[in-house]
């Protein structure tokens, strides 16, 4: 399922002159969050940011999509389907259910925790971690899958399974932003009494993520 | 404490910056003094981000108004105070507003005076997706849209200016992308706010009878005469004629907003920015004419970029029409693109392409045979809505009578899916009532009538339909769901609350002294806790067969709000569980209840708590015919 990844960060892509990030997962598990350290951080690194966000209605147990783009060339917030670089799945059938935007050249991380919508029960024909896998290799062999939820329990603070999921990314030298850079910006918009915890999560999963890379 | 990023007095300082909080941003940076709105998505985020800034500057006055009329209303007496004023709603909020926009656009304005309206293209929390750009062709006012933060802070920092030199109202139009997008920002100066203002005595303009309008109306066309000619050379819009073709044919664009942004980059995608000509927007009401036309005489074909309704393209082709050149070039727009919900980024890219006559590779997406069921928005667990639409499911079994529930905008709308079920119609603000009104008429005499309401909902335009039926004497139950917030749109402070948007204290109206001081009876009024469901139970059986103009308060704590109390106050909420052997997996917990926290174990066969999401409301052990469902013991 794995594939090792190489030392150096990606790079932007010539063609669409930005780097494309799409955040899925259910509301409450930080994915906006996750967006705004992004943007943040990217705008530090030098790029041009572009972000939208679902916030309202959508939030209720819903579906929520964040997309985040940054380049030299980011006019638009909305990343075009199959030019996405990166899938961040905080939950795992939301990889599924926005595989369309998921592109040959796109590496998925999916953390492995499932959330079943109001009236599937566990054994009704709902979709498993190998049957997404299985689909989304179709597309992509660049699939990292991750425990992410249970490593943001190890922390003591649940809620920062999107810290641990930002580490995971990084630790595979799939961003093109600088790791420290990445966690100024973490501490900087997290809570003042949850700095440390989410400083644990982030080393969390970048030592998952150097675990798989074999280092 | 660190003053935020979008209060600080730091020019030129790069920031990142949701599009809701660089509107904000742009309202201070102009020395704005009045802000007045409702809470709407998309637009909530820029009053909210205002009230933050209040702190570091007290001159700012603000507030949730009960409604958007008030809001605009509240804005509008700032203008004539010759102070700069700012109106903020969602699009179908202008609507309630409209009929002092209509008016207003004929006094004018004084202080700049400015109503930001944010559209939902695609329906993302909305009823409908109207364009709101009609509004400017509808009152006779200029409309502004920006296509990034950036664009959105300086642009409105500017209407403030133009509404003041030309002495009109100005509709800052945006879309959720914006309003919920972020970008980077570069910080701006903050303009001192009028330190000497007053009330401009001015009967013959601000009071709008007859004689006085009709003098207002000849100012309006000639106001925007003026206007028409200076949007020409408006910087806002902006020309770039290319002098190259593709495969000889010179291909031109017009755009504006959102969608402006993602032809950029799809001419970038294509690499083709520099062989097409492109007319973007910033103004987008009225139209300059000078420029479309010379955009007209540079290309062979034209695409209009716009989503939602042709009001570019109409615009183009009657200018292109009256100029000559209908036989000369091609004009397409919703021929092409469609004219319903927001563009997709591929798919800009896509119709582009096609409409170049040029190559692009799509790529094959694989089938996919797994089926992903919807996972829609729901009542939270613990949600005091589920309860009291239990309740009123029960007693429709128990009386074997069909309701009909009219139902308005909230987060109870939500019980309007499986397994509640509990709504049959649902149109605007307040129109619960309103239509409850109507099926009286009807079916008063046979069907009992529920008009389901939240509390903010009920102040914002739910009272005249209440003193409606207390006048008409059309029977119905109005049941208000108090649940101490304007929860869907960010658990926003209302007249029920009594707190300011400030977080100072104001004063609280209370819901049962309205509604008899509406006229509704005491012994036709009851209240009771939503989660008390025996009792909820018992007497709304006693509301609904009652007769005259009833009203039920069904009172319990937004569960967000509680779980956050909770927090604060260190208490942890009890822990409920289901006793395997009690349970027989009836499922009347999943199928009639629905609570998310409740599950069925197909292996078991029995129903589950999960205790990562019950927040121990406990309403579920009224709910088990089985008692099954217990309180743990600590």
């Known amino acids: ?215 | 404490m660190e003053i935020p990023y979008f209060a600080q007095d730091t020019p030129g300082k790069s920031v990142i910056m949701l599009g809701n909080e660089a509107i904000a941003r742009g309202i201070l940076e102009a020395g704005t003094i009045i802000g007045a709105g409702y809470p709407g998505t998309p637009s909530s985020e820029i009053l909210k981000t205002l009230a933050k800034m209040e702190n570091y500057f007290p001159h700012l006055k603000l507030e949730w108004s009960t409604n958007e009329k008030v809001a605009l209303e509240i804005a509008i007496a700032g203008s004539m105070s010759k102070v700069r004023s700012v109106a903020c709603m969602k699009h179908v909020g202008v609507n309630v507003a409209a009929d002092a926009f209509m008016t207003i656009a004929y006094a004018g304005a004084r202080g700049g005076l400015v109503l930001v309206s944010a559209d939902d293209p695609n329906l993302y929390s909305s009823q409908n997706e109207q364009d709101n750009r009609f509004y400017g062709l509808h009152g006779l006012v200029p409309v502004f849209e920006p296509s990034t933060p950036q664009e959105a802070k300086d642009m409105i920092k500017y209407a403030f200016e133009f509404s003041e030199k030309y002495e009109t109202i100005v509709l800052f139009r945006t879309t959720t992308r914006l309003n919920h997008g972020r970008g980077n920002v570069l910080l701006g100066e903050i303009e001192e706010p009028q330190k000497e203002f007053g009330f401009d005595w001015d009967r013959e303009r601000w009071v709008c009878v007859p004689s006085h309008s009709r003098v207002n109306r000849e100012k309006l066309l000639n106001r925007m005469e003026r206007i028409s000619n200076d949007v020409n050379e408006s910087e806002l819009n902006s020309l770039f004629i290319s002098k190259k073709n593709i495969n000889g044919t010179k291909y031109g664009f017009l755009s504006a907003g959102i969608p402006y942004a993602h032809l950029k980059d799809a001419l970038s995608y294509l690499e083709i920015e520099d062989k097409v000509s492109i007319l973007k927007l910033g103004i987008v009401y009225p139209f300059p004419r000078k420029r479309i036309i010379e955009l007209l005489h540079s290309v062979d074909k034209l695409l209009i970029v716009e989503e939602l309704e042709p009001i570019f393209e109409t615009m183009v082709k009657k200018i292109a029409f009256e100029e000559g050149f209908s036989d000369k070039i091609e004009i397409h727009g919703k021929d092409i693109l469609p004219q319903k919900f927001e563009f997709p980024a591929e798919l800009i890219i896509e119709k582009i392409s096609e409409f170049l006559n040029i190559e692009f590779d799509q790529m094959e997406i694989p089938e996919n045979n797994l089926n992903l069921p919807p996972r829609l928005p729901m009542l939270c667990p613990g949600c005091s809505h589920r309860a009291t639409f239990y309740a009123i499911n029960q007693v429709e079994k128990k009386l074997k009578k069909q309701f009909i529930n009219s139902s308005d905008i909230g987060c109870y709308t939500l019980g309007v899916y499986k397994p509640l079920a509990a709504i049959d119609v649902q149109i605007c603000m307040g129109g619960s009532i309103g239509m409850a009104n109507g099926f009286s008429k009807l079916y008063g005499k046979e069907k009992p009538l529920l008009a389901i309401i939240g509390d903010s909902t009920f102040f914002h335009t739910g009272v005249p339909g209440l003193i409606n039926a207390v006048y008409n004497q059309n029977d119905m139950l109005i049941v208000i769901l108090d649940n101490r917030s304007t929860s869907m749109t960010g658990f926003q402070d209302n007249p029920g609350t009594g707190m300011k948007i400030t977080e100072e204290p104001g004063t609280r109206v209370i819901l049962e002294d309205l509604v008899k001081g509406c006229g509704v009876p005491e012994k036709n009024i009851w209240v009771e806790d939503s989660n008390n469901i025996d009792k909820m139970i018992e007497k709304l059986e006693e509301a609904i067969e009652a007769k005259g103009v009833r009203v039920f308060i069904s009172r319990h704590i937004c569960s967000l709000l509680e779980m956050s109390e909770f927090k604060t106050k260190n208490i942890s909420p009890p822990t409920y569980n289901i006793d395997n052997d009690e349970c027989t997996g009836c499922q009347i917990c999943i199928n009639q209840f629905g609570c998310p926290a409740i599950i069925f174990d197909e292996e078991l066969k029995k129903a589950q708590i999960d205790q990562s999401l019950c927040r121990g409301c406990g309403v579920c052990t009224y709910v088990c015919p089985q008692e099954a469902i217990y309180e743990e013991e600590i």
Do not use: C
């Open chain 1, 1 to 215: 399922m794995y594939t090792q990844s190489e030392e150096i960060p990606r790079e932007i892509s010539k063609k669409y002159k930005s780097f494309n990030i799409l955040s899925v997962g259910v509301g409450g598990d930080g994915v906006i969050s996750a967006t705004q350290i992004l943007a943040w951080a990217a705008m530090k690194q030098g790029y041009k940011v572009r972000t939208a966000e679902t916030h309202g209605m959508a939030q209720r147990g819903g579906s929520v999509s964040s997309f985040t783009r940054f380049g030299t060339h980011a006019e638009g917030p909305l990343i075009p389907k199959g030019l996405t670089d990166i899938l961040l799945a905080f939950e795992a059938s939301e990889a599924l259910r926005y595989a369309d935007y998921v592109g040959y050249k796109t590496h998925i991380i999916i953390n492995n925790r499932f959330v079943y919508p109001s009236g599937v029960t566990r054994k009704m024909n709902y979709p498993n971690l190998e049957e997404i896998v299985e689909y989304l290799q179709k597309i992509t062999p660049e699939i990292y899958v991750i425990n992410a939820t249970e490593l943001a329990k190890e922390t003591g603070n649940p809620r920062t399974l999107n810290v641990v999921m930002l580490g995971f990314v990084s630790g595979l030298n799939l961003l093109p932003i600088n790791r420290k850079l990445l966690q100024e910006n973490i501490l900087d918009l997290v809570p003042r009494k949850a700095k440390e915890v989410n400083k644990i999560a982030f080393q969390l999963g970048i030592d998952k993520a150097r675990k798989i890379r074999g280092i």
